[in-house]
Each structure stands twice: as structure tokens, then as C-alpha cells.
């Protein structure tokens, strides 16, 4: 798995106010989308394109289009729906699917509880969402259901990643013969024995969404 970290002034900027405990839910939002479109520029950096000819009001030249099928982008239920906007912001061509992992708590793998996708992948570029990359099992999960349902190449685009979460999806997908990129804003120190990631942003779901419980 290629993991690219993104410097940037502008990302570490809108990564800075999405970590202030005192950012309000409003700001939040509009952080994550902001913060996801820049993400999103390195993320698409392999897009699939072809050639295209077109007539300017000059003259004709030839330029670039993305290829078709569309690139798939796939949010991770719920918190991964709050980097839609700003994935389609800089993709509206894309095409949507949704996929909602969970963890069983007895056998405490990650299970698929709902999901809006194509059957058939095949030939498919696929985008997945998902702000938070702390044990890396669910994201694991996703794109492992992803490649059975035939994509051939998956990048992940996470605002923060674990070195826990990493090194355990390295482990996860080292048999994958699909080409899968992770693409970050920061890696941080470490997870804490809840499972957050440190320093972090808190619980990315409940800033974006409310609490659910």
C-alpha cells in the first residue's frame, strides 16, 4: 500500500482548526469538505484519462477527458458522508456508492451492514472515504469487499492516520493484487487505549453529525 502524506500550508492550516476542540459543528463541516478537496487533488493524481479532441474559438487542439466507467467514490456510513461534498467539488462526473462497516462485538471483526453499490466493479477506479484511519479494520474490510466486487484499483482518502491503523491495512491487503494508495493530511503519534487517535480531532462522526447516543 503507497501512503502520501499531503504538505501543504493550506492543509495544515484547515488540519489545525479541525483538531480545536472549540471549532464549532458548522466550521467543522465546512473544514472537512475544504480540507477533503485539497486531499482529493493528490488523491486523483492517477485518474484514468484518454486524449480528446476538441475545437477551441481559435483553433482545434487536443486535450484530456477522464475515461469511462466513471470513477466509483465510496464513503464509509456515517462519518465518511461528510467528505462527499468536497470529493464531488472537485470530481462531479464521479458516481456515489455507499458502504456501512461495523464491528461485531463478540468476534470483533468489522461486518458490512449495509451497502449501494454496483455488483459489478470491473474495470472500476474506486475513491473511499473515511475520515479517521485509527486500527485501520473497517477500511481494511472496505476495500477488501471492493475488490471481491471487482475494482482494480482503490485509493483511500482519510483526513488522520494511526502508524497502528497503517501497519495493521499493510497487513490486511499484503495479498491484495490490486493496487490500493492511502492518501493523508498528517500521520499522528499513536492510538490511546480507546482506540483514538493522538493528538488527533476526537470522534470525527459526532463533530460532523451530533452525538447518537
Not at 472515504?129 to 485509493?155: E, F, H, N
Request: hydrophobic share 40%; glycine share 8%; net charge negative.
Amino acid at each position: 500500500m503507497e501512503v502520501r502524506v499531503v504538505s501543504h500550508p493550506l492543509v495544515d492550516h484547515k488540519l489545525t482548526l479541525l483538531r480545536d476542540r472549540t471549532t464549532v459543528q458548522p466550521t467543522f463541516r465546512r473544514l472537512v469538505e475544504e480540507l477533503v478537496t485539497l486531499l482529493a487533488y493528490e488523491a486523483t493524481r492517477g485518474v484514468r484519462v484518454h486524449q480528446h479532441q476538441i475545437e477551441t474559438p481559435v483553433a482545434p487542439t487536443v486535450g484530456t477527458k477522464l475515461d469511462e466507467p466513471a470513477p466509483m467514490v465510496v464513503p464509509i456510513l456515517r462519518a465518511g458522508l461528510g467528505m462527499l461534498d468536497g470529493m464531488l467539488r472537485l470530481v462531479p462526473t464521479a458516481e456515489v456508492g455507499f458502504l456501512g462497516m461495523l464491528r461485531d462485538e463478540e468476534t470483533l471483526e468489522p461486518k458490512t451492514y449495509a451497502e449501494r453499490l454496483p455488483e459489478d466493479l470491473s474495470g472500476r477506479q474506486c475513491y473511499v472515504l473515511d475520515p479517521m484511519l485509527a486500527t485501520g479494520g473497517s477500511l481494511g474490510a472496505a476495500v477488501k469487499y471492493l475488490v471481491g466486487r471487482g475494482a482494480d484499483d482503490i485509493t483511500c482518502i482519510c483526513l488522520l492516520a494511526a502508524p497502528e491503523g497503517i501497519a495493521n491495512m499493510e497487513k490486511l491487503l499484503e495479498d491484495l493484487e490490486v493496487p490500493c494508495t492511502l492518501v493523508v493530511s498528517a500521520v499522528d503519534e499513536r492510538l490511546n487505549e480507546r482506540g483514538f487517535i493522538v493528538p488527533g480531532l476526537g470522534d470525527a462522526g459526532d463533530r460532523l453529525y451530533g452525538l447518537t447516543h
